[in-house]
């Protein structure tokens, strides 16, 4: 699938999943298996950055996410061909009040937050939860593999404002985001 130069670099190329901070092992777990399941890379978990105060904002009282995706893309091991960071501090970009997540458009890093998808009153149950998680976390990969956001609400590429909304898409991608996943794949290997 990979060409001979891609393959010596990457024999065996992975997405690599990297809690800070205090993630429960089985959101960890979770994503792996999810990110293998979707997106067809093995996965490694392994600590990139130990806290976030660099991406702190005091106005806000939340974490600068485009930050975050600076310090992951610099601290990357070279064998990953994305990294997915999860914390639980809350996200936001200056246009937004919050953010589930953020990923660099067809680049290398992707940051989720379970802060809202998992310890709020109304985040529900844990099999919920985990669902919640799981797809964005593969929402945020989609975003590095240059996916945009899809108009199909039962996509996983579809955008969501509020818990409701993530809840109601699927866990998969629709036929057209699969097709562009799929290229962004064979590009990647080139």
Known sequence: MYPAVFRAMNPDPIILISPIGEIPDWISKAVAETVEKMFGFKTRVAFLLEDLLFAWDEKRTQYYSTAILGELEKKAPKDCIKVLAITREDLFIPILTHVYGEAQLGGRAAVISISRLIEYP?????????????????????????????????????????????????????RYCRIFLSDAVKALAK
């Open 122 to 174: 109304e985040a529900g149950d844990l099999k919920k939860s985990r669902e919640r998680v799981v797809k964005e976390a593969a929402h945020e990969l989609g975003h590095a593999f240059d996916l945009r956001h899809c108009e199909d609400q039962h996509c996983i590429m579809h955008y969501c404002r509020k818990l409701a909304d993530v809840d109601a898409k699927s866990d998969n991608f629709c």
